[in-house]
């Protein structure tokens, strides 16, 4: 155990640091080889997720909207390596409650939390041409904000890197229901997209997060499985799918901000 931030007392049950390429890829070919696409899951995500930090620190980063999946990769990613590389896409309208569990993060384990606002000039004319809610009116209306809030930041995120990791899981929804573990990324110039929870399942998400303690949103114990920007969430009732609360306006087939297709799907 050691005492970081705030007093917090932290298991310590984590490996030493890993060398970049100090040990062999997961996948029996070695190298990316057979890798993105062979892999169909299967392989434990601390063994995923520790080949992604071999294989391309310091040209690797999590990709978190601080949803419980990815307070899980975090805590996963600092056990193996303090020295986490964790951004976020601060669209303007995030809710209180995840600000707050960026900061205890942060201080939990001692890292910095990377920020990427939209282009100022462009959230402008966006509220001065279309109001305040423009996203309601249509799905394209909605992804024109998403492109502007979240997809343009995510870009300039990735730029430089050679790999990024998320938190996505098949399970989620029908649009990720292909989801691997280990995936280029067309949309992003071909980079490794690294997803070391695809197959897991909530009930592995929340048991690992008890285990270890982990801060979460405290959205998630009001009915909020999936949480993103305020005026586009909601809280789901008994029985209804992970991203009903997303955009609950539209079909299940739209629901996605674009951060995660290939530029064909996005069309
Ligand atoms: Fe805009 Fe809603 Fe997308 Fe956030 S989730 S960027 S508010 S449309």
């Not at 931030?5 to 984590?14: L, P, Q, Y």
């Not at 669209?91 to 993060?105: A, F, K, S």
Request: charged share 30%.
């Amino acid at each position: 155990m050691t005492e970081a931030a705030g007093g917090k007392r932290v298991d310590e049950r984590s490996v030493a640091a890993p060398e970049r390429g100090a040990a062999g890829p997961p996948g029996e070919a070695g190298g990316l080889q057979g890798w993105p696409e062979a892999n169909l899951g299967g392989r434990p995500a601390e063994e995923v997720l520790g080949w992604a930090i071999r294989t391309f620190r310091p040209r690797v980063a999590l990709a978190s909207s601080f949803g419980v999946e990815d307070v899980a990769l975090i805590d996963m990613w600092w056990r193996m390596d303090r020295e986490v590389r964790v951004f976020t896409l601060d669209t303007g309208r995030l809710p209180e409650e995840t600000y707050e569990v960026m900061d205890r993060i942060r201080e939990r384990y001692e890292i910095a939390i990377v920020t990427y606002f939209p282009v100022a000039a462009a959230v402008e004319a966006l509220e001065r041409e279309r109001g305040f809610y423009s996203f309601r009116r249509s799905v394209e209306e909605r992804k024109y904000c998403c492109g502007i809030r979240k997809v343009e930041p995510l870009g300039r995120a990735l730029t430089g890197l050679e790999a990024w990791v998320t938190g996505l899981r098949r399970e989620q929804t029908e649009t990720r229901a292909a989801v691997r573990q280990v995936e280029r990324d067309p949309a992003h110039g071909g980079i490794i997209k690294v997803n070391p929870l695809a197959d897991w399942t909530t009930e592995q998400v929340w048991r690992y997060v008890r285990a270890h303690d982990v801060p979460y949103n405290r959205l998630h114990d009001q009915g909020y499985p999936s949480i993103g920007c305020a005026p586009c969430t909601r809280a789901v009732l008994p029985g209804e799918d992970i991203r009903a609360g997303r955009w609950w306006w539209e079909r299940p087939q739209t629901k996605e901000c674009g951060l995660h297709l290939a530029p064909r799907e996005e069309a």
